[in-house]
């Protein structure tokens, strides 16, 4: 079955600067890839999505790159804000199906 | 409509028991997940529908777990004789499936302790 790693575990960084968050896949069938912020207490919430037949998808502050051949993906916070701390999640998916989480980033942003 | 509603949002029950959840998504969704999650943990896929018909189960759906949606949907999850590490977030998601279209929307999840 599919195996999503993430990295890292925690991440704290000041306000305004970047924030990465990297996903490793292993199934060469998943073809969805979803990140979802999750607040205490509350669901995950989707923030931005690639598909596999697309390397980059940006949305505002938000961009998401995806490397096929290394079974990588990312996603690029820029500009951080305070209201951007949370658990970030990386998710893979095949064809609407189950998808399969990493552990989670928690993300702290320092004002 | 505003979207993946969950039922209760939190229960405490003792070890033995049994619990029923109840998931309502969007309207018009035609998929329908459930997933458990623990702290510190993403989480982790138990069961989906499509329509009123369950196509996946994961092995953690042990036989104290069941899942339907009788009429495509609603759905429910039931677990029998509770036991202190089913202890976790219950989350339910729904998506429209259509062909590339894969977008799963989550409910706030249900919290059960098992005491």
């Known amino acids: 079955g599919e195996n999503v790693e993430q990295h890292p575990s925690t991440l704290s960084v000041q306000e305004g600067d970047s924030a990465v968050i990297k996903c490793t896949y292993s199934?060469?069938?998943?073809?969805?890839f979803p990140w979802y912020k999750q607040e205490l207490g509350k669901g995950p919430q989707l923030i931005i999505d690639?598909?596999?037949?697309?390397g980059e998808k940006k949305d505002q502050r938000i961009a998401v790159t995806l490397n096929k051949t290394a079974k990588h993906f990312s996603l690029h916070i820029t500009e951080t804000q305070p209201e951007d701390s949370a658990v970030y999640f990386c998710a893979a998916n095949e064809d609407a199906g189950k998808s399969t989480f990493g552990d989670g980033t928690t993300l702290t942003v320092k004002p | 409509d505003t979207g993946v509603s969950q039922d209760p949002r939190h229960k405490i029950t003792k070890r033995g028991q049994n619990v029923t959840f109840r998931c309502d998504p969007i309207?018009?969704?035609?998929?329908l997940y459930w997933y458990r999650q623990t702290l510190g943990q993403g989480p982790e896929f138990l069961t989906y529908f499509q329509n009123e018909a369950q196509l996946e189960k994961s092995r953690l759906l042990s036989d104290r777990f069941s899942a339907e949606r009788p009429k495509g949907s609603f759905s429910t999850l039931e677990i029998q004789r509770t036991e202190q590490g089913d202890s976790a977030m219950y989350l339910c998601?729904?998506?429209?499936?259509?062909?590339?279209?894969?977008?799963?929307?989550f409910g706030p999840g249900t919290r059960l302790t098992v005491l």
């Open positions: 690639i598909r596999s037949n697309v």
């Open positions: 998601a729904s998506s429209f499936w259509l062909a590339d279209y894969n977008e799963q929307f």
């Open positions: 309207s018009e969704h035609n998929r």
């Open positions: 199934d060469s069938a998943s073809n969805y």
